[in-house]
């Protein structure tokens, strides 16, 4: 019973001591920030409500009106992102459109349309993107190839980057499959080198020609702005590989962090490139900072690569430069956040995959959640390649890690990577899908990727493996 009476007590005290004048000022600002509390919560409501009744509104008005499809193939968001600017500007002038990944999308949809508008991009050596491959698969490469889209009219905006051998390889490919199958071209395929601007405005004016408007909304991206680097950290000291680097940055002078999930992607341009270049982000934003895992890369003569060389030896702390964060909802935990998650990577593979990790050790306990997490992580030395060692063991004792596999590739006599780990432990990798994980790759799509992919082959077939794809429990940030 004493302790109510002593905090009045004290209260009292406090309040007599600050004075009448104190105490109105001290409520003003209490009121304040009560108001703007109130304030931030009503728009963020508002700003969702907007979000979830313009998803809704590209959806048909009736079951009778034939939508025109939007579909998009995208590795890390790119095209994604372009199919519902896309479907906006359709709809904004009066078009129905129904926006689909090429995974979600069958023959047989395709044989029903009549007009659909592609956006895709290419991976691999002209390769299609994850979520594009079952269709290749079971539509494309189908050995009955009598022309079946005699009443598809298409347009296609193929991305890609030239300095690659194939450019834009999948669209040419599924351009001309699209045209031996009978479906006519509404225009010619645009080609999109690095999102070249002038190709995106030729098919912004396709568009605008197709609705019957010059109405166009703006699609600018969110602008680069100014970041500072506010940390770095030498993680590989005495490695025989290239050094890799813990870096922070965070928006520069007063701006606030903005909000992103873990999986998506940093975009940046070092002073002097106006190239950007991506990295996975590490953190999450309650860690106050963009967090990001580099390796310095190098050029076949031996010099260092342009931004990895800029950010682990160039640039001091407190060094500006401009970033945007880029959505990278192939690689979210979206779907998968009540699933059990088996992270595979290597190397700075390891950044995208903490930061799931980070996300999922601040999610709140749910019933209905299966919380297991089984990373399986692979670099060359234990001595010296140990990654976030300290954290690592961290979370394998606090229980988030519930699995823990680290493979050293040059610690024993034999080559071992994080494949082999994998093969070994099929029973019990199977038991996990078995019962609903999801599956995360982040790291070197120069053999890592591909070789934990045919294994994964191995253990479930390319059936099931097709499956979780398009269910998006096959998720891949590989580069
Ligand atoms: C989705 C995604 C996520 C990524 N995440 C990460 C990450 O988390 N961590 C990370 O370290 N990296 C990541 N990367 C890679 C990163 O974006 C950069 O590609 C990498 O840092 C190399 O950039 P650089 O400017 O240092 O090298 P660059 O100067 O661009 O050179 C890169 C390579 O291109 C070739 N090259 C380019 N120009 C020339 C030239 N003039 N002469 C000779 N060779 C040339 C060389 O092979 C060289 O090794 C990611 C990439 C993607 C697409
Ligand atoms: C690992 C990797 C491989 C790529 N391979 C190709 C290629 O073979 N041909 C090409 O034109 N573009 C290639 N690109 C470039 C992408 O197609 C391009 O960046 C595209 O804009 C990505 O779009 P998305 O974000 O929708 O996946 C590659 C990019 C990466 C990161």
């Known amino acids: 019973m004493l302790q109510p009476d002593l905090e009045r007590h004290v209260a009292v005290i406090w309040l007599s001591a600050l004075g ?16 703007l509390c109130v304030g931030t919560i009503r728009r963020e409501a508002r700003r969702r409500r907007a979000q979830r009744q313009a998803a809704h509104s590209l959806l048909p008005a009736d079951g009778n009106a034939a939508p025109l499809l939007v579909v998009h ?4 968001g790119t095209a994604e992102q372009l199919a519902w600017q ?7 002038a009066g078009v129905p459109a129904q926006v689909a990944t090429l995974a979600q999308l069958t023959r047989a949809a395709l044989e029903r349309a009549e007009r659909a508008l592609f956006i895709v991009s290419t991976y ?7 979520a594009a491959a079952p269709f290749v698969r079971s539509a494309m490469l189908q050995a009955d190839t009598s ?8 347009g296609l905006l193929a991305l890609g980057d030239s300095s690659y051998a194939q450019f834009c390889g999948f669209g040419r490919t599924l351009d001309h499959w699209l045209r031996r199958q009978g479906a006519r071209p509404l225009f010619e395929r645009i080609d999109a080198d690095k999102v070249a601007e002038t190709a995106i405005e030729c098919w912004r004016q396709q568009l605008a020609h197709l609705a019957g408007t010059r109405d166009a909304p703006d699609w600018a991206g969110p602008a680069f702005t100014r970041w500072t680097l506010t940390a770095r950290r030498h993680l590989n000291p005495g490695s025989a590989g290239e050094p890799v680097c813990h870096l922070e ?4 002078g007063t701006a606030p962090l903005p909000q992103w999930q873990a999986g998506d992607l940093l975009q940046l341009q070092i002073p002097g490139d106006p190239q950007p270049r991506e990295y996975s982000i590490a953190s999450i934003p309650a860690d106050g900072s963009v967090h990001l895992l580099v390796r310095q890369a190098r050029r ?7 931004a990895s060389g800029w950010l682990l030896t160039t640039a001091g702390i407190g060094e500006p430069l401009d970033a945007r964060i880029r959505e990278h909802r192939g690689f979210r935990l979206g779907d998968n956040t009540r699933r059990a998650l088996i992270l595979i990577g290597n190397g700075t593979g390891l950044a995208g995959l903490r930061a799931l990790l980070k996300a999922r050790e601040a999610q709140p306990q749910a019933v209905d959640t299966d919380r297991r997490c089984w990373l399986i992580f692979g670099e060359r030395s234990a001595q010296h390649d140990a990654l ?11 229980g988030l890690l519930t699995h823990c596999d680290q493979v050293y590739s040059r610690d024993q006599p034999e080559r071992r990577y994080v494949q082999h780990r994998l093969a070994e432990c099929g029973d019990e990798i199977r038991a996990w899908l078995n019962a609903g994980a999801a599956i995360y790759v982040c790291g070197s799509l120069d053999g890592m990727a591909p070789q934990v992919d045919s294994v994964l082959e191995g253990l479930i077939g390319r059936p099931q493996l097709d499956a979780l794809t398009v269910a998006g429990r096959y998720r891949r940030d590989v580069y």
């Open 124 to 130: 691999g050596e002209g390769d299609p993107p994850d």
């Open 73 to 76: 193939a995208s590795q890390t």
């Open 86 to 92: 896309t479907a906006q500007t359709l709809q904004l």
């Open 388 to 398: 976030y060692r300290d954290e690592l063991l961290r979370w394998q004792r606090s």
């Open 300 to 306: 076949a003569d031996g010099s260092p690569g342009l």
């Open 20 to 35: 009448p004048a104190r105490i109105v000022a001290a409520l003003f600002i209490l009121l304040s920030f009560l108001a």
């Open 147 to 154: 022309p079946r889209l005699g009443a598809l009219h298409f």
């Open 249 to 252: 940055l965070k928006p520069a």
